[in-house]
């Protein structure tokens, strides 16, 4: 396909209730630099139903144009339905390229897409550019187990497609609305969709880890020993109103659930503040946190790597000072 015009299209995801997911409100802060260097418009996309405040937060987050598909058949994620919709939105207005949140669903709509389009798609980039030789879009991921960054090009085909994980990136302030919104009649008849949601089941052994929306995360990894070395460090988060997060080598022993890893098989995370305990600071482990505000690490080896990356380092045992960090922020909050 030709691209019609240099925009740079962020497919803001919706919730069931028509909100937007916050990945798709972060991707629309590096697309406004990426459409400038493009020449072209920064352009949110969304479909779903019942979207108004999902329009108005792109809106507000810098978008100058936003396409909105709104039907019943959107309310719920279905391969079918978003794949058709977005297909009908891209051959209609050839925008040059378009970031996808990594989110579930994300990653079943760009690889979908990107096939039917029959252009490439670079999944679970952690860095975008724009290659100034040839402007093309610089999409960089982690390669080769996480040891080396690869920065991949789309140059024959358009549009240009990468899935972006949430938390890469940050927010924008929200600022004075001035965008254009353009409603586009698109349905989906249901005979075209061949999957149906018949309903919701709440995971086995669910816990509700919002590691990714959290400001404050304190992680154990393989130095906390066994699943109940996360007893302090679950008691630091709580002291401070944060999550729990763990490295994959706690994860892999079994001694917390998947939902808790941070890096690049888990989550990228970039809060407030970063407490890592017993962590030595891998590559892949860093990929996932090393956006954060403030890192603290708390090691027994000082030459361990996460000392490299931390703003404050404790070199000692994990098991005697949580319980006095943990002490004082109980104190200092009861004053
Ligand atoms: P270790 O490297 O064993 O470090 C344990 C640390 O604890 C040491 O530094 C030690 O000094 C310290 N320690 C021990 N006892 C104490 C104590 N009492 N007090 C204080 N400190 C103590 N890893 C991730 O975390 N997330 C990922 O998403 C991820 N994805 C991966 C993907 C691929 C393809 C590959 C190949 C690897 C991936 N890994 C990932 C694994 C990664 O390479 C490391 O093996 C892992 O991060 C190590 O976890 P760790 O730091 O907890 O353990």
Redesign the pocket.
């Known amino acids: 396909m030709q691209a019609k015009t240099n925009d740079f299209w962020v497919f803001v995801e919706t919730n069931e209730d028509g909100t937007a997911k916050k990945v798709g409100i972060e991707l629309l802060n590096p697309g406004k630099t990426l459409a400038q260097k493009q020449n072209g418009k920064l352009v949110a996309v969304i479909i779903g139903e019942h979207t108004d405040a999902a329009a108005e937060e792109a809106a507000a987050h810098g978008a100058d144009e936003i396409l909105v598909v709104d039907a019943p058949e959107f309310h719920q994620y279905t391969t079918d339905a978003y794949t058709n919709a977005l297909y009908a939105l891209i051959e209609k207005y050839g925008p040059a390229s378009m970031m996808i949140g990594a989110t579930n669903n994300g990653r079943d709509l760009g690889p979908r897409l990107a096939c039917r389009l029959k252009t490439g798609l670079v999944a679970d980039c952690t860095a975008l550019d724009i290659d100034e030789e040839s402007g093309n879009v610089a999409w960089t991921r982690p390669a080769f ?2 040891n080396l960054m690869a920065t991949i090009l789309c140059p024959d085909h358009r549009p240009q497609l990468g899935t972006v994980r949430p938390g890469v990136f940050k927010k924008s302030e929200p600022s004075a609305p001035h965008a254009q919104i353009i409603r586009e009649d698109i349905r989906v008849p249901a005979s075209d969709i061949r999957t149906q949601v018949l309903g919701l089941t709440a995971y086995l052994n669910s816990e509700n880890v919002d590691l990714e929306g959290a400001e404050i995360i304190v992680s ?6 066994g699943p109940e070395g996360f007893a302090p460090v679950q008691a630091l988060a709580e002291a401070l109103g944060g999550a729990v997060g ?6 892999d022993a079994g001694w917390i659930s998947h939902a808790h ?6 989550k990228t995370v970039a809060p407030k503040l970063y407490i890592a ?9 860093l ?2 946190m090393s956006g954060s505000d403030v890192i603290v690490a ?4 000082p030459e ?1 790597p ?1 000392f490299d990356v931390a703003d404050y380092g404790v070199v ?4 005697e ?1 949580l319980p006095l960090l943990t002490a004082e922020i109980q104190k200092s909050r009861a004053e």
């Open positions: 187990g996480g154990g990894g393989r130095g906390v020993g763990a490295s994959r080598a706690a994860v890893q941070v890096g690049q098989t888990g305990c017993g962590i030595s600071g891998a590559i892949q482990h990929a996932g708390i090691n027994k080896d361990a996460i000692g045992d994990l098991f000072i």
